[in-house]
């Protein structure tokens, strides 16, 4: 299950910063700042980031 829905990839003034615009699953809006070379890259950075806080909640939230 997809936990966000990319809206919108934008570029900022400062070069190779990008701007993700994106919907949680309970639908609130959120934006993430990323450091890329373009907009696909700027994709697959900030999924990439999404993956490691999705690992370390889960690491976190499981009992030894």
């Known amino acids: 299950m997809r936990n966000y829905e990319v809206i919108s990839i ?4 400062q070069m190779n910063h990008w701007v993700i615009t ?3 699953a ?7 700042s ?3 070379i373009d907009s ?3 994709f697959i950075v900030f999924r990439n980031q999404m993956i490691k806080e ?3 909640k889960v690491k976190f939230i ?3």
């Open 54 to 56: 999705a690992k370390a």
């Open 10 to 13: 934008d570029p900022t003034d």
């Open 26 to 32: 309970n639908g609130l809006t959120d934006k993430q």
């Open 40 to 42: 696909n890259d700027a």
């Open 34 to 36: 990323v450091v890329a």
């Open 22 to 24: 994106y919907r949680t």
């Open 62 to 64: 499981k009992p030894k």
